[in-house]
């Protein structure tokens, strides 16, 4: 692994050898070509991470062109988080039985015959549908890109890799606010909502065709089996987990709710012990205890979780007061998070030109720089005022402090998985960093709408603005003591690797 890790290759690189059973040949062209492969990789996950928040914006229009309830809104809206979020550790398997290419590709055509089904779609029934089968390719692909780059990466390359990996990852989910916006007012050849949805085809479409010529052949591992057991467990698990928090708001959290996300617990108490048979065994576990632990992994994973609901949190919230409080436009909302997603970008690749010996400072400073950040927005809030230029500076901040938080975590983590259980690493850590998403979107977007929603009916804007501002200080106060706990677990973190 050591070898692997420290060997720096440029330019046209043959593709390293699996560490265990399979066999890989490189693409038509004889050789492997790590820049083309990482762009076309970074390509599909920045489109199917694009695909989680660029629908917000269009949903009101949506509500409108088809009279869809709203149930059926919320739905449309979160059925492609759901599918994506259940689904992500499963598809990381299929990539290790199947072969990463394959499924990566796979995962590309279902999710652009998806997208172009939402854009024709003529119904609130068919939409959802379709948003349900569009998560399903995000799931088959997003876990082959970490693969991918493990296998075509080494060294100092695959550092690079991974930091632009992180960018991707957020400046993704700050683009589809932006790009939605863009593209609602624009109302492109007077098609409305559609080209939200249709300006994946295109994208898709190219990414097949490069895709089938440059990314390397290779059947699946010797010897890895689908835990149908350990399926059958996890998929009802996370599903009690994510059903519930992405519903419970808009359903006024209903009893089946919470009954619901209390059967998560003991469906995820059992599927833990039936992996552990499956490992005693002799099998092959849905999620190898090995990726769990590695030192420092785990405490990572969960500080992992934790900037992930931070910035679910923040977004979320941070666009509910903008447009509901505020009374911005979709695309200003979405053009006020340009500062964040600008510093995301830039901290996520650059932070590793920092002494080598300084990365792990980088991470704590990282979560006590969102937690600053979040105190001095309650700040500029409070009183209903609207923040002036200090936002977009303020914003700037939350972007480099979420970065150096997560980009470097990330890396530490997967740097420290061998290349044989990549995918199932891959799979673990996407579906916590999307857990923390949604569970970050349920919970301070709850908090958020429960505070401003005690107005008394005809109260008048300027009331409801100073409501909304409160709420969201409120908001942004709760997520400064969760980034302060970030920083607590990224310390412990460091202390494992120390000691280990």
């Known amino acids: ?19 265990t059973g399979g066999s890989r040949s490189p693409g038509p062209l004889g050789k492997i070509r790590p820049g ?77 015959l998806a997208s172009l089904g939402c854009g024709v779609a003529t119904t609130a029934g ?23 780059i493990q296998r075509t990466h080494t060294g100092p390359a695959r550092v690079r890799a991974m930091a632009r990996y992180s960018a991707v990852i957020a400046g993704a989910a700050v683009a589809g606010q932006v790009a939605g916006g863009v ?9 409305g909502w559609r080209p939200v949805f249709l300006v994946n085809v295109p994208i898709g479409v190219a990414l097949i065709g490069v895709g ?38 808009p359903e006024n959290w209903p009893t089946w709710g919470w009954l619901v996300m209390a059967a998560s617990v003991p469906l995820t108490g059992a599927f833990v012990l039936a992996e552990r048979r499956v490992s005693r065994t002799g099998g092959t576990p849905l999620i190898p205890g090995r990726v769990l632990t590695l030192p420092g992994v785990s405490v990572a994973i969960g500080a992992l979780f934790v900037v992930m ?16 409080g505020l009374g911005d436009s979709a695309l200003r909302a979405g053009l006020t998070f340009a500062p964040s997603a600008a510093a995301f970008g830039l901290v996520s690749l650059n932070w590793r030109r920092l002494p080598q010996a300084m990365h792990g400072a980088v991470i704590v400073a990282g979560f ?41 975590l990330m890396t530490r983590v997967l740097l420290r998985v061998p290349v044989e259980l990549a995918a199932d690493a891959t799979g673990v850590v996407v579906t916590v960093n999307q857990l923390g998403i949604v569970v970050g979107v349920a919970t301070f977007g709850t908090l958020y709408l429960n505070l401003a929603g005690h107005l008394p009916a ?6 409801f603005r100073h409501v909304s501002a409160h709420a969201e200080a409120t908001t942004f106060l709760a997520l400064a003591g969760l980034a302060a706990v970030g920083a607590i677990l990224a310390i412990i973190h460091l202390a494992e690797r120390r000691h280990a």
Do not use: C, K
């Open 458 to 463: 005809g109260a008048s804007a300027l009331a």
């Open 183 to 191: 593209l609602i007012s624009a109302n492109l050849f007077s098609w």
């Open 1 to 19: 692994m050591t070898n692997i890790l420290m060997r720096s290759r440029g330019g046209t690189t043959p593709l390293p050898p699996p560490a």
């Open 368 to 408: 006590v720089t969102v937690a600053i950040s979040m105190v001095l927005l309650a700040l500029l809030l409070r009183g209903g005022g609207d923040g002036g230029v200090g936002i977009y500076f303020v914003a700037m901040l939350v972007g480099i402090g979420m970065a150096a938080a997560f980009s470097p």
């Open 309 to 324: 609901t931070v910035f679910g949190g923040f977004f979320f919230s941070f666009a509910l007061h903008l447009q509901d």
């Open 126 to 148: 068919q939409l959802i549908a379709l948003r349900f089968l569009q998560g399903t390719g995000a799931a088959l692909l997003i876990p082959q890109v970490l693969s991918l």
């Open 212 to 249: 089938l010529r440059a990314l390397p052949h290779g059947r699946g591992e010797a010897g890895r089996t689908l835990d149908l057991g350990g399926l059958a467990l996890l998929t009802p698990a996370v599903l009690a987990v994510v059903l519930p928090l992405v519903l419970g708001q």
């Open 36 to 112: 083309l492969v990482l762009a076309i990789v970074l390509i599909g996950q920045f489109m199917a991470v694009l695909d989680a928040s660029i629908v917000n914006v269009a949903a009101p229009s949506i509500h409108t062109s088809l009279h869809a309830s709203g149930a059926s809104l919320q739905l449309i809206v979160a059925g492609y988080t759901i599918t994506y979020a259940v689904l992500l550790v499963t598809g990381a398997r299929l990539g290790d039985i199947l072969g990463h290419r394959r499924m990566f590709l796979a995962g590309v055509v279902a999710f652009t």
